[in-house]
């Protein structure tokens, strides 16, 4: 680790506040312009490296990566704190709609400002002077604080007049392992039968293997497949992945220029049949393992590639890390079967001194209160595994339902043959012949995979793709097929088959009845869509005999 002289060498074309000065007050000031704030990197640096429990969210490089990728959004209102010629405090925020965060928010997963130890009481309320006094400032909103923050830390030794214009209010849980003197702890957790059951599963199909890639042009040729799988899971679990957002994916880009894969930056690859079954981006620093962004293919969804990354994780940090492996924000249900602790996150507001302000500030102490019944309601609920699923189900269907309101109507239909039912499902017995085989319009026929569902949906939103995902993959399970029927290009319809054998059959038809049993039209036309629907069916039978 450099030490504080090598990091304060003077660096060419420094700023005339960089000079030295005799002057041993405080004395603050709000910088606007990046390129002014690049200049006191060395400073940034230094505060981050001395503090011992530094977040690598609150990193230079970090910072410097998240504005590559959201700069342009924002303006910078960034609170430095001298000490004759020395940075002793340092609040990075962006201002946007007269409202002040966190620079990196809500992409950081924790948030504080950056202290030196002396005096810092007297440092942080410099910082809270300047804040406070900030023209046009409507609020500032700081978010995921833990503990440990230095507002926190130093809250009850500010002044009373500063603190009536701050609300605390606490705003969930981070799990968490702490590791401490129990070094076994994480080769214990990688030892679980629930673990190795998985690990085995898929080993048994094709054989795994798992490493972190140690250069940038090898994470960069990864990238693509990141974003694609971290995509496809969201979408099958009904969320919206950050991946869309062209300025988050320009973040993680620029997060691997400026990390460096041999220190701070963990790129993680399972690899199953030579080829990347999950994906790992994290970050080890100041003996802390930091869980940020995961990915997987989701055609492997069965075999449970995230619990098999998630035991390869445990191995490498029982052999790497010393103080904790964190699972970031967020409360999926699997991190509370492994965290060992959780630690309690807040979020800080402040109001400026004016009637706004402080009414602000009065309607935010009410609504804490029913924030607090939230969030024990909401950890009630996720206790309970069965009352947790239908509450992830009614959200998703809600959702969905409020799109499908104002979407072009989706028609699912299951009466499609005028043919005998069995067991509830229409059988595709009759011959339809060649007639219509050849259309005036382009039509393709094309079999899905779970990837490629997922991959429709992007194409088709309004279709209620996550309130029957559980169905689905059960259909694809038992040896269902999905197809999707393009007409001009465009999605028509989507229809599931499944061909039953018939043993000793010795006549020259198709090898058993094609069960047609659910179809979705996605468009208006729905007799013409029928129609090369079937002709298209029966042709592709005709040709695998």
């Known amino acids: 680790m450099a030490s504080a002289d ?47 429990v530094g977040e690598i969210f609150q990193s230079p490089s970090w910072n410097r990566a998240w504005w590559r990728g959201y700069g342009s959004n924002v303006n910078l209102h960034c609170i430095v704190v001298w000490r004759g010629n020395l940075v002793v405090g340092l609040l990075p925020l962006v201002s946007k709609d007269r409202t002040l965060r966190f620079l990196g928010a809500p992409q950081g997963d924790y948030g504080d400002c950056l202290i030196d130890d002396h005096q810092a009481p007297s440092v942080l309320s410099a910082i809270l002077t300047t804040l406070l006094a900030s023209p046009n400032f409507k ?74 890639l140690q250069t940038r042009n090898e994470i960069r040729e990864h990238l ?19 991946c869309l957002q062209p300025e988050f994916s320009k973040f993680l880009q620029a997060l691997v220029e400026e990390l460096d894969p041999a220190h701070y930056l963990r790129f993680g690859i399972l690899r199953f049949n030579n080829q990347p079954a ?61 965290a060992n602790h959780f630690k309690p996150n807040f979020t800080l507001y402040i109001e400026p001194r004016t009637f706004e302000g402080r009414s602000r500030h009065l309607y935010r102490g009410l609504a804490g209160e029913f924030v607090k019944l939230g969030t024990k309601a909401r950890l009630a609920v996720k206790s309970n595994s ?91 399970r038992k040896g269902g097929n999905v197809l999707l029927l393009r007409i001009d290009g465009g999605p028509a319809a989507l229809a599931w088959t499944k061909t ?13 009845p094609t069960t047609v049993y659910d179809c979705t039209f996605l468009n208006g036309n729905r007799q013409r869509t029928r129609e090369i629907l079937f002709s298209l069916l029966w042709k592709e039978l005709l040709s695998s005999l």
């Open 386 to 476: 069965n009352i947790y699923s239908w509450a992830k189900y009614l959200r998703q269907w809600s959702r969905e339902y409020l799109k499908c309101s104002v979407a072009p109507r989706i028609y699912r239909h299951k009466q499609l043959l005028d043919s005998s039912t069995e067991g509830g499902s229409q059988l595709f017995v009759r011959t339809i012949g060649t007639k219509g085989a050849s259309f005036p319009c382009s039509v393709q026929l094309k079999k899905m995979r779970l990837s490629e569902l997922a991959d429709f949906y992007l194409e088709c939103p309004h279709f209620p793709l996550a309130t029957r995902m559980a169905e689905y993959r059960e259909r694809l």
């Open 139 to 212: 609020g500032c909103v700081l978010e995921h604080l833990s503990s440990a923050s230095c507002f926190l830390s130093y809250f009850h030794q500010l002044p009373s007049d500063m603190r009536r214009c701050m609300r605390l209010v606490k705003a969930g849980h981070a799990p968490t392992i702490l590791i401490g003197n129990n070094s076994e702890y994480l080769a214990s957790l990688a030892a679980k039968k629930h673990l190795r059951r998985r690990e085995i599963k898929l080993d048994k199909c094709g054989g795994i293997e798992f490493n972190f």
């Open 6 to 52: 090598e990091i304060l060498d003077p660096l060419p074309g420094s700023p005339s506040f960089l000079r030295a000065s005799t002057d041993s007050e405080l004395r603050s000031e709000v910088i606007t312009n990046f390129a002014d704030l690049e200049m006191l990197s060395p400073h940034w640096e230094r505060l981050w490296r001395t503090n011992p």
């Open 278 to 338: 999950a994906y790992h981006l994290g970050f080890l620093s100041n003996g802390k393992f930091t869980m940020y962004q995961q990915a997987f293919d989701v055609d492997l969804w069965d075999y449970s590639p995230g619990e098999v990354l998630l035991r390869q994780l445990f191995l490498y940090a029982g052999q790497n890390v010393s103080r904790e492996f964190d699972f970031s924000v967020g409360e999926e249900p699997y991190k509370a079967r492994f």
């Open 500 to 512: 039953r054998p018939i043993p000793d059959a010795a006549s020259p038809t198709p090898p058993g």
């Open 224 to 242: 693509p497949a990141f974003f694609r799988h971290q995509i496809r899971r969201r979408i099958l679990q009904g969320q919206e992945s950050s």
